[in-house]
């Protein structure tokens, strides 16, 4: 059973724009949350995370806003670039020594 | 400059016969994992190693070993690969992992496996 789902596989949004990414939970043991931004050929990379104790968190253009009773998280991009284009990996964990459980990813998409 | 690497980058492989993935990190990381993704899957981790000598299953363990004897190195071996194991594998690194607020990892640049 998926614990974290990414339920949309692509995205496309003008440059300049907002993106928003959406993931959802199962878990309600889930207390900690990941972005991760992965390039082609590359490793994924550390964007931004978000504790259970916050419901928003903010990082220059880059903003994660969770809903705890909704189960639900998105991460924000505003302005949106062109080097924003990658594919963007939810992460989940709950407190101590438990893995990250990961969504499927979407693929952002920036036209200019 | 702190990095995990991964070697090789590309592998194509035949059916049984034994390979090694190396995986390094120069930051003094005591935590460490190995992932696959492959399509319409995401990342799923296949072991992880708390520090030295201390290592343990992930979700998808089956098919593969790993061996931590050093703080820096975390090999992952596959001792007679499938072709269902042709993915793309992920290496990370954290500082210390259930440390709270402290759950970044640092992934390795990929190793595209192939086996034939």
């Known amino acids: 059973d998926q614990q974290v789902k990414q339920n949309s596989p692509s995205l496309s949004v003008q440059e300049g724009r907002i993106s928003i990414l959406n993931c959802d939970y199962t878990?309600?043991?889930?207390?900690?949350f990941l972005w991760y931004k992965k390039y082609p050929a590359e490793g994924p990379t550390f964007l931004i995370s978000?504790?259970?104790?916050?419901d928003k968190n903010e990082d220059g253009r880059f903003t994660v806003f969770l809903n705890k009773s909704a189960k639900h998280l998105s991460l924000h991009i505003v302005p949106s670039q062109p080097g924003d284009s990658a594919v963007y990996f939810c992460a989940a964990k709950s407190s101590g020594n438990t893995p990250l459980v990961f969504g499927k990813g979407t693929r952002l998409s920036v036209i200019a | 400059e702190a990095q995990v690497t991964q070697n090789p980058r590309y592998l194509i492989t035949v059916t049984g016969k034994k390979l090694t993935v190396t995986c390094s990190q120069n930051m003094n990381h005591e935590y460490m994992s190995w992932y696959r993704q492959d399509p319409g899957l995401g990342l799923r981790q296949i072991y992880y190693s708390m520090n030295v000598e201390v290592t343990d299953k992930g979700d998808v363990p089956e098919g593969y070993k790993v061996s931590r004897k050093e703080k820096r190195n975390f090999p992952l071996i596959l001792e007679s690969p499938s072709p269902n194991q042709t993915s793309l594998y992920f290496c990370a690194s954290s500082l210390k992992w259930g440390l709270a607020g402290r759950y970044e990892q640092y992934f390795g640049p990929g190793t595209r496996l192939t086996v034939t």
């Open positions: 978000i504790s259970s104790i916050k």
């Open positions: 878990n309600s043991m889930f207390d900690y």
